[in-house]
C-alpha cells in the first residue's frame, strides 16, 4: 500500500486535533447540557478562525513570492506549505531553464539570419512579414520595426510578386526586376502551418555578365558570317563562271584575302583578350625602351594614313618595366584608331611623358569626338559608337578592350576624354613604380607582379 503524503498526513492530524479537541470541551461542559455544546461549537469555530487565518497569510506571502520567485528568497516553512512553495520553485525553475533555452535557440537563428549574405523573410500564412535580416531590409527597401506585422505585397507592389506568392507551388525562383537597375532572384520555402520564408539574392551583377555572353557570342557570330558571306558568294561565282575576266578575277581574290585576313584579326584579337582576362597568365616583364616601341608604331601608322594625317611625336626618354607584347598591342591599338577615325587632313599627337613622376602615353587627334554618353562603354567589348563606320574602317571592336586589360595588368588606367566636334585624347597611365632610366640593363630591375 503506497504511503500517505506528508501533506495529507498533517491535514489528517489537524482534523484529528480539531475533533478531539472538540469533544474534549464537549465532556468539560458537559454534553447533556446546551453549555457543554456551545463550548464545543466555540472551540470549533476559534480553530477553524485560526486555521483559515494562517491559510490567508500563506496564501498572500505565496503570491508575493510567486510574483519574483527567487532561489535565495523561497519561504522557509514546514508542512505542506513547504511542499507547496518547493514544487512550485521547481516548476518555476524548469520553465526559466526552457525560456532561456528557447531566448538562446532564437538568438542563434536571428544572429545566422543576419549573418547569411542572401535576403530572409519570415511570412505568416496570409503573406505578413513577421521577421527579415538586415540584407532583406535593403532589398525590399523596408524596414523590420515599421513594416512588422504588414503585408508584403502591400509594401513590394510587383505584380510578379503577388502572383508568385498566390501560386500553388515554388519549385522555380523568381526574377525580380524592379525601377532601379538591381535584378533580385526570390525563392519561397513553405514551412510549418502555411507559413513560408522567402529567400532573396542579388544577381544582378551575374544577369549582366550573362547579357555580357549573349551579346559576346551574338557579335563574333555576325563579324564572322559577314566575311564569310562575301568569301561564300566571290567563291560560288568563281566556281559557276566558265571564263571570267582577268581584272574581275584578281579583284575577286583581292576582297576574298582582305576578308580573310579581317577574319584572322579578329580572331588574334580574340585569343589576346583571352589570355589578357585570364588571372592564370603570367606577365612576362622586361625594360622596354618606350621612345623606340612608339616611333616604329607611328611609322606604321603613317604608312596607314598614306600621308592624309599630320603625325607629330613628343617622346621622353624614360623606360619602361612592362610586357613588350602587351604594350605594343595597346599603344597600337591607340594609334591606329586615331588614324582610322580621323578625317583626312586630321591632326594626332602622340607623346610619351613623366606627369607627377607616372610614366604617361597620350595619343590626341582633332577628328569629330565622342558623344559623352559613349565614353563610358568604349571598353566593352564589341561596343561601337557608329557600326557601320567601324566596319568599313577595318576594326574589329575588341582594341579598346584590350588596353583596358592591358593597363590593368600593368597597375596602370585608361582615361578618356573627348568632345564632339573638336576631338578625343585616350591617356595610359602607368604607376611611378614601372618607370626605369634609359638604358636600364635587365639584370639590374626587379619584377613587378601583376595585380
Same mark, same amino acid.
Given at each position: 500500500?503506497?504511503?500517505?503524503?506528508?501533506?495529507?498526513?498533517?491535514?489528517?492530524?489537524?482534523?484529528?486535533?480539531?475533533?478531539?479537541?472538540?469533544?474534549?470541551?464537549?465532556?468539560?461542559?458537559?454534553?447533556?447540557?446546551?453549555?457543554?455544546?456551545?463550548?464545543?461549537?466555540?472551540? *470549533?469555530?476559534?480553530?477553524?478562525?485560526? +486555521? =483559515?487565518?494562517? %491559510?490567508? @497569510?500563506?496564501?498572500?506571502?505565496? /503570491?508575493?513570492? !510567486?510574483?519574483?520567485?527567487?532561489?535565495?528568497?523561497?519561504?522557509?516553512?514546514?508542512?505542506?506549505?513547504?511542499?507547496?512553495?518547493?514544487?512550485?520553485?521547481?516548476?518555476?525553475?524548469?520553465?526559466?531553464?526552457?525560456?532561456?533555452?528557447?531566448?538562446?535557440?532564437?538568438?542563434?537563428?536571428?544572429?545566422?539570419?543576419?549573418?547569411?549574405?542572401?535576403?530572409?523573410?519570415?511570412?505568416?500564412?496570409?503573406?505578413?512579414?513577421?521577421?527579415?535580416?538586415?540584407?532583406?531590409?535593403?532589398?525590399?527597401?523596408?524596414? *523590420?520595426?515599421?513594416?512588422?506585422?504588414? +503585408? =508584403?505585397?502591400? %509594401?513590394? @507592389?510587383?505584380?510578379?510578386?503577388? /502572383?508568385?506568392? !498566390?501560386?500553388?507551388?515554388y519549385a522555380e525562383p523568381l526574377l525580380l526586376r524592379g525601377e532601379t537597375d538591381r535584378i533580385l532572384s526570390i525563392q519561397l520555402v513553405p514551412y510549418g502551418d502555411n507559413e513560408k520564408l522567402l529567400l532573396s539574392r542579388d544577381v544582378t551583377r551575374w544577369e549582366r555578365l550573362e547579357a555580357v555572353r549573349r551579346d559576346f557570342i551574338a557579335n563574333v557570330s555576325h563579324e564572322l558570317r559577314t566575311p564569310l558571306t562575301v568569301m561564300k558568294g566571290f567563291l560560288e561565282t568563281l566556281t559557276d563562271a566558265d571564263r571570267m575576266d582577268e581584272k574581275v578575277y584578281r579583284r575577286s581574290l583581292a576582297l576574298m584575302t582582305d576578308q580573310a585576313e579581317r577574319m584572322q584579326r579578329l580572331v588574334e584579337d580574340l585569343l589576346m583578350l583571352s589570355r589578357l582576362e585570364d588571372s592564370r597568365s603570367l606577365l612576362r616583364e622586361e625594360p622596354l625602351d618606350v621612345p623606340a616601341l612608339l616611333a616604329s608604331i607611328v611609322q606604321e601608322a603613317q604608312?596607314?594614313?598614306?600621308?592624309?594625317?599630320?603625325?607629330?611625336?613628343?617622346?621622353?626618354?624614360?623606360?619602361?618595366?612592362?610586357?613588350?607584347?602587351?604594350?605594343?598591342?595597346?599603344?597600337?591599338?591607340?594609334?591606329?584608331?586615331?588614324?582610322?577615325?580621323?578625317?583626312?587632313?586630321?591632326?594626332?599627337?602622340?607623346?610619351?611623358?613623366?606627369?607627377?613622376?607616372?610614366?604617361?602615353?597620350?595619343?590626341?587627334?582633332?577628328?569629330?569626338?565622342?558623344?559623352?554618353?559613349?565614353?563610358?562603354?568604349?571598353?566593352?567589348?564589341?561596343?561601337?559608337?557608329?557600326?557601320?563606320?567601324?566596319?568599313?574602317?577595318?576594326?574589329?571592336?575588341?582594341?579598346?578592350?584590350?588596353?583596358?586589360?592591358?593597363?590593368?595588368?600593368?597597375?596602370?588606367?585608361?582615361?578618356?576624354?573627348?568632345?564632339?566636334?573638336?576631338?578625343?585624347?585616350?591617356?595610359?597611365?602607368?604607376?611611378?613604380?614601372?618607370?626605369?632610366?634609359?638604358?636600364?640593363?635587365?639584370?639590374?630591375?626587379?619584377?613587378?607582379?601583376?595585380?
Amino acid at each position: 500500500m503506497a504511503a500517505m503524503p506528508a501533506w495529507t498526513a498533517r491535514l489528517a492530524l489537524h482534523a484529528l486535533a480539531a475533533t478531539a479537541g472538540t469533544v474534549v470541551v464537549g465532556l468539560l461542559g458537559g454534553w447533556g447540557e446546551v453549555r457543554g455544546w456551545v463550548m464545543a461549537c466555540v472551540f *470549533l469555530l476559534v480553530y477553524l478562525v485560526a +486555521a =483559515l487565518g494562517q %491559510l490567508l @497569510r500563506e496564501r498572500d506571502r505565496l /503570491a508575493d513570492w !510567486a510574483m519574483k520567485p527567487s532561489a535565495d528568497d523561497v519561504p522557509d516553512v514546514g508542512g505542506r506549505w513547504g511542499d507547496i512553495y518547493a514544487r512550485l520553485y521547481r516548476l518555476i525553475r524548469e520553465q526559466s531553464r526552457s525560456r532561456a533555452g528557447l531566448s538562446h535557440a532564437l538568438w542563434r537563428f536571428r544572429q545566422a539570419g543576419e549573418a547569411m549574405p542572401d535576403g530572409v523573410l519570415v511570412l505568416d500564412a496570409a503573406n505578413r512579414i513577421e521577421w527579415m535580416n538586415p540584407v532583406a531590409e535593403e532589398h525590399f527597401g523596408l524596414g *523590420l520595426k515599421g513594416d512588422r506585422q504588414q +503585408a =508584403l505585397t502591400n %509594401l513590394v @507592389r510587383h505584380p510578379s510578386l503577388a /502572383a508568385y506568392l !498566390a501560386a500553388p507551388t515554388y519549385a522555380e525562383p523568381l526574377l525580380l526586376r524592379g525601377e532601379t537597375d538591381r535584378i533580385l532572384s526570390i525563392q519561397l520555402v513553405p514551412y510549418g502551418d502555411n507559413e513560408k520564408l522567402l529567400l532573396s539574392r542579388d544577381v544582378t551583377r551575374w544577369e549582366r555578365l550573362e547579357a555580357v555572353r549573349r551579346d559576346f557570342i551574338a557579335n563574333v557570330s555576325h563579324e564572322l558570317r559577314t566575311p564569310l558571306t562575301v568569301m561564300k558568294g566571290f567563291l560560288e561565282t568563281l566556281t559557276d563562271a566558265d571564263r571570267m575576266d582577268e581584272k574581275v578575277y584578281r579583284r575577286s581574290l583581292a576582297l576574298m584575302t582582305d576578308q580573310a585576313e579581317r577574319m584572322q584579326r579578329l580572331v588574334e584579337d580574340l585569343l589576346m583578350l583571352s589570355r589578357l582576362e585570364d588571372s592564370r597568365s603570367l606577365l612576362r616583364e622586361e625594360p622596354l625602351d618606350v621612345p623606340a616601341l612608339l616611333a616604329s608604331i607611328v611609322q606604321e601608322a603613317q604608312s596607314i594614313s598614306q600621308g592624309q594625317h599630320r603625325i607629330t611625336t613628343d617622346l621622353a626618354p624614360a623606360w619602361l618595366l612592362a610586357s613588350r607584347e602587351e604594350v605594343r598591342s595597346a599603344f597600337t591599338n591607340l594609334v591606329t584608331n586615331a588614324v582610322r577615325y580621323t578625317p583626312s587632313g586630321g591632326e594626332i599627337a602622340v607623346t610619351w611623358a613623366l606627369e607627377d613622376g607616372d610614366p604617361v602615353m597620350r595619343v590626341s587627334d582633332n577628328g569629330e569626338g565622342i558623344a559623352p554618353e559613349h565614353i563610358p562603354r568604349l571598353t566593352e567589348r564589341f561596343y561601337r559608337v557608329d557600326r557601320g563606320r567601324s566596319r568599313a574602317s577595318g576594326g574589329t571592336g575588341l582594341g579598346l578592350a584590350i588596353v583596358k586589360h592591358v593597363l590593368q595588368r600593368h597597375q596602370g588606367r585608361l582615361v578618356i576624354e573627348s568632345e564632339v566636334g573638336k576631338g578625343s585624347t585616350f591617356s595610359c597611365r602607368f604607376p611611378s613604380a614601372r618607370r626605369l632610366p634609359a638604358r636600364t640593363a635587365a639584370a639590374d630591375v626587379t619584377p613587378i607582379r601583376a595585380a
